[in-house]
């Protein structure tokens, strides 16, 4: 069963920058779809970020152009490069593994299979 753990999260001001990290267990890492949500207080858990196996990457469109998902597999770890961040993207953002390796779904939350715990990042106006 491959574990997630998530670190890189923080407070950072308007328009700064902080980069997530998510290194996985697990002998398989590379062939695995990996994702990026997140959940602000009182809403629902939202898509972020994903990228398979071909380093194929997806984005919400509230994160396009300021956000960049990586890979690498020799670390088993993915990453979330986030830029220009703005006070709405403050909430507690999760990584997500999915053993299914096709492009589909990439941003429904039940496609997803182990979740990390969490890291919260906040941003200050």
């Known amino acids: 069963q491959v574990q997630l753990v998530e670190s890189g999260g923080g407070l950072v001001q308007a328009g700064g920058s902080l980069r997530l990290s998510c290194a996985a267990s697990?002998?398989?890492?590379?062939?695995?779809?990996m994702g990026w949500f997140r959940q602000a207080p009182g809403k629902e858990r939202e898509f972020v970020a994903a990228?398979?196996?071909?380093?194929?990457?997806y984005y919400a469109d509230s994160v396009k152009g300021r956000f960049t998902i990586a890979r690498d597999n020799a670390k088993n770890t993915v990453y979330l490069e986030m830029n220009s961040l703005k006070p709405e993207d403050t909430a507690v953002y999760y990584c997500?593994?999915?053993?299914?390796?096709?492009?589909?779904?990439?941003?429904?939350?039940?496609?997803?299979?182990?979740w990390g715990q969490g890291t919260q990042v906040t941003v200050s106006s």
């Open positions: 990228i398979i196996w071909n380093y194929s990457t």
């Open positions: 997500a593994a999915s053993i299914r390796s096709t492009a589909q779904a990439m941003g429904v939350i039940a496609r997803y299979d182990v």
């Open positions: 697990g002998r398989t890492f590379s062939s695995y779809a």
